[in-house]
């Protein structure tokens, strides 16, 4: 009997080649569920890894996005966030599969990404990778960190060395009001003399949430700050 689709529920053909005789990944997704998944390919911003191919020439700055080329030129945020890295285009069908995970408490979803977060980040030289955490009060509400989830998932070790305060949520807020938010975030741990540090969420979007945990890291002693998402909206 063949498994089945962890989000259609369709049967998933099982493709047989010779490289399945000696070690076959398991497949989570149906084959047209799988094409939803658009991973980033082409040029792309390299601070943000935002597509480059389509994007107006009046939204490019020297290689980067007009973003973060903004990022860049105000004197609080320069060099806060080193770059960011993304895998999947946050498109129609990522933000439906990733609402269904969050916000509908569908935990299994997060098999689908296990090998390739594994495949990127099992061999990493960062003294630590920190999910980005969710309010107390928004942990409760959802049951799960799903950012921290995908790591366990993929078997990749984490640290939870920040706290959040609550807040409306990211996806109520305008763009206007997210990059004008005020700090959210408290360090648990308060010594990061010289380390370089992932951060890891799903979602990128206007990199301010990534930004605020950064600066707080950098402000501890922290040599770099790196992130990496699931997504780049």
């Not at 497949?27 to 569920?33: A, N, R």
């Not at 030129?73 to 969050?102: M, V």
């Not at 380390?195 to 945990?213: N, P």
Request: glycine letters at 6%; one cysteine or more; a positive charge.
């Amino acid at each position: 009997m063949s498994d089945l689709c962890l989000y259609c529920g369709n049967p998933i053909k099982e493709v047989i080649s010779w490289k399945g005789f000696f070690y076959s990944e398991p497949q989570y997704l149906c084959e047209d569920c799988q094409k939803g998944l658009q991973a980033i390919e082409g040029k792309r911003c390299s601070c943000c890894s935002r597509s480059l191919e389509k994007l107006p020439e009046e939204l490019m700055k020297g290689g980067v996005c007009l973003d973060c080329f903004r990022w860049e030129q105000n004197p609080k945020w320069t060099g806060i966030l080193q770059h960011n890295t993304s895998l999947f285009e946050y498109n129609d069908f990522l933000k439906e599969y990733l609402a269904r995970y969050k916000y509908r408490g569908d935990h299994m979803l997060a098999k689908v990404f296990r090998f390739q977060l594994a495949t990127c980040l099992k061999n990493n030289n960062y003294d630590h990778i920190i999910p980005i955490p969710l309010s107390e009060e928004r942990q409760y509400e959802r049951g799960f960190n799903q950012s921290a989830a995908l790591l366990e998932e993929a078997q990749i070790l984490h640290s939870h060395l920040l706290s959040r305060s609550h807040s409306e949520k990211q996806s109520k807020k305008s763009r206007r009001d997210r990059l004008q938010q005020k700090q959210i975030f408290t360090l648990i741990e308060k010594d990061f003399n010289g380390q370089s540090i992932l951060l890891f969420d799903d979602i990128y979007t206007t990199g301010t949430t990534l930004r605020h945990a950064a600066k707080l890291l950098k402000e501890a002693g922290a040599e770099q700050v790196t992130s990496f998402t699931l997504a780049r909206g």
